[in-house]
């Protein structure tokens, strides 16, 4: 294993996240209304990524952050729904023309026409999630450490294992869904060399940094190809990394179990609580590794609503509980005795560096 040093398991857990974004420094203890200070008359505004804002995950938890920092200030928020990468300039550039001088841009992808938004206007202030490239004066990354979460995802899911196999691939091959991938390997690994056990991992390598990927982040055939190719390979849990594609992984799985009604299959959810944000599949979700980018946006369109905005980065990680992984709910009586016990243990141990996570794409 990389970089990974060896911890006892033992002691008390509870398992979830905190719903604040704290960022490289500590996170604000109060928003601006709490402070008592004057906030500006703002007009803030979202682009989603092509997977639109019902993708039950990704693009919906930076909407929903949105809209509660609009309604705690009291003005109306705007949105721009995606449907392919070429529409994300005009969609920038239509909001702007509407008024927009607090503008979110959802992903990675977005990068390029954010930072050509922001060059030619430099007196509307950006924030973009899972990008750090961008070192405009204008523009505030929100980024996450996703690999500390997924690796205690990882674990729980190679120690759930029944077969032995489990398995990961993403939507596209870019290192916000790619450090998902890593610390979910990372994770089975060390479960192996702590319990001598042999679990395999299926869809991602990392050392070589390359594995699987159905090339969108859109449900459907494609999607439901590769789960179904995982399941039929043995793996009895997945994490699919790619906003919807889960829903498309859920299609299969519901497939294999009337094939298979003796195996047990379950799946790992990624950004949101899936077992809450896709109910017709809770019952498949041993955990999720969740990113509070619903909490990283209200707190930044807050911050610039009191005249507090900062191009400095947001980094959301285990110890500001920026990342996390959910309950286990409907999983809770089919995880191994203690395994919460153990996990709350390996995240105490990853917060004093103790465990060290390493993913080349950690912010």
């Known amino acids: ?61 930076g909407l929903e952050g949105l809209e509660a920092a609009a309604d705690e200030l009291g003005v109306e928020a705007s949105q721009a729904e995606s449907q392919s990468e070429t529409d994300y300039q005009s969609n920038i550039q239509n909001l702007l023309d509407n008024g927009c001088d607090m503008m979110i841009t959802v992903g990675f992808l977005l990068a390029e026409a954010t930072s050509a938004a922001a060059e030619a206007n430099p007196d509307v202030n950006f924030a973009i999630i899972d990008d750090s490239s961008i070192t405009a004066d204008n523009v505030q990354p929100i980024t996450f450490d996703t690999a500390q979460a997924a690796f205690l995802a990882g674990y729980a899911a190679a120690a759930s294992s029944q077969s032995g196999i489990i398995a990961t691939w993403g939507g596209i091959n870019i290192p916000p869904v790619t450090i998902f991938m890593d610390g979910f390997v990372l994770g089975a690994q060390y479960y192996n060399e702590q319990n001598g056990a042999d679990v395999q991992v299926l869809g991602w390598d990392v050392e070589a940094q390359d594995g699987t990927f159905v090339g969108a982040f859109e449900a459907g055939p494609a999607a439901n190809a590769t789960a179904t190719t995982f399941l039929q390979q043995g793996a009895d849990i997945v994490m699919p990394v790619g906003g919807p594609i889960f829903l498309s992984a859920g299609e299969a799985i519901r497939t294999a179990q009337a094939e298979n009604p003796d195996t047990r299959y379950g799946m790992i959810g990624v950004d949101a609580d899936l077992s809450q944000t896709a109910p017709e599949y809770a019952d498949l979700f041993v955990t999720s590794v969740l990113k509070g980018m619903d909490a990283g946006v209200e707190a930044v369109v807050l911050a610039d609503a009191a005249g507090e905005f900062s191009s400095d980065p947001y980094v959301g990680t285990l110890e500001n509980d920026g990342v996390g992984i959910a309950g286990f709910n409907e999983w809770e009586s089919q995880v191994p005795e203690g395994l919460a016990d153990e996990l709350e243990t390996i995240r105490t141990a990853i917060i004093a560096g103790d465990i060290v996570v390493d993913s080349p794409s950690s912010p």
């Open 1 to 61: 294993m990389r970089n990974i040093r060896k911890t006892a398991l033992g002691g008390l857990a509870t398992l979830g996240v905190a719903a604040l974004l704290a960022g490289c420094a500590s996170a604000p203890e109060e928003g601006p209304a709490e402070s008592g200070e004057a906030t500006a008359d703002i007009s803030p505004c979202i682009v989603s990524d092509a997977g639109g804002f019902n993708d039950q995950s990704f693009n919906q938890l």
